[in-house]
């Protein structure tokens, strides 16, 4: 069974940042490639950024490309995403996504999910 327990998240002003975390507990020596994806209500879930197991390869959403930044803080286990210079748009419930075969892109999700976690932009 493998978990992924999310961190960070919360209100923030235009232009302001946050950072968010996630880590997987899992089989011992299992690796994951991982990543983030976002909702809005009546939306379906779309690609963020993902990074793969080793730590390389990042991927980002065009939306996002220069702003947000996602990094192996202990590879195929742990991710954090630091999110800069946000946007009202950005606002959303953010999911940690991992899978130990897939790299995650747009249009390919993995089999893991975290719970989510609430990011808003707003004045």
């Known amino acids: 069974q493998v978990q992924l327990v999310e961190s960070g998240g919360g209100l923030v002003h235009p232009g302001g940042s946050l950072r968010l975390s996630c880590a997987a507990s899992g089989r011992a020596g299992e690796t994951y490639n991982m990543g983030w994806f976002r909702q809005t209500p009546g939306k379906e879930r779309e690609f963020v950024a993902s990074i793969m197991w080793k730590g390389q390869s990042p991927r980002y959403a065009g939306s996002v490309q220069g702003r947000f930044s996602i990094s192996a803080d202990n590879p195929g286990r742990a991710v954090s995403l630091q999110m800069n210079d946000l946007k009202p748009e950005d606002t959303a419930v953010y999911y940690c996504?991992?899978?130990?075969?897939?790299?995650?892109?747009?249009?390919?999700?993995?089999?893991?999910w975290g719970q989510g976690t609430q990011v808003t932009v707003s004045s």
């Open positions: 996504n991992a899978d130990s075969r897939f790299s995650l892109r747009d249009g390919v999700q993995g089999a893991h």
